[in-house]
């Protein structure tokens, strides 16, 4: 093999042993970055997704609840980005995400007007909540770095 193509190949290799090592801690620390700052624009009253949850609780369960729920799903979401950060919570957080994804999600299903311009042309918001597919897909890839439990 020619001395460039060994060149090429080590650094491959480097760049490749380089992203395996770093992957989980950069995962971690951006799901916590999401949630943590998400959630906590939702609490400081900042949030543009502010209009959405407030059509889906109408929809769902009345819009005296909404002040309530949004606390209650910013503070959600604050928690499960500090979690992200440690971890030996990864067993806790990931279910508290998927339960954060079925909710922030059913909009597509539940308030289509909100989230969708047409078939299959979301809009902003729609695009916004699509994009969570990432997010779960990241999310499963720390959960697979997680040591198994001893006997």
């Known amino acids: ?23 989980i801690p950069f995962a971690r620390f951006s799901l916590f970055l999401v949630f ?33 729920l949004f606390v209650v799903l ?10 992200f950060l440690f971890p030996r919570a990864t067993r806790i957080v990931i279910p508290l995400l998927l339960l954060h994804m079925l909710i922030v999600c059913s909009p597509l299903l539940l308030v289509p007007d909100y989230t969708w311009q047409g078939f299959f042309l979301p809009t902003l918001e729609g695009q916004y ?7 779960v897909a990241v999310a ?9 439990l001893k006997k």
């Open 1 to 23: 093999m020619s001395t460039r193509k060994n060149q090429i190949l080590n650094f491959d290799l480097r760049v490749i042993d380089f992203f395996k090592q770093t992957f």
């Open 36 to 68: 943590f700052w998400f959630g906590m624009i939702k609490l400081l009253g900042f949030s543009p997704a502010s209009p959405l949850a407030e059509a889906l609780v109408a929809h769902t369960v009345g819009l005296m609840y909404f002040q309530v």
């Open 74 to 83: 910013a503070l959600l979401e604050v928690v499960i980005g500090l979690l």
């Open 129 to 135: 909540i699509i994009k969570n597919a990432v997010v």
């Open 140 to 148: 499963i890839g720390v959960a697979a770095s997680t040591k198994p």
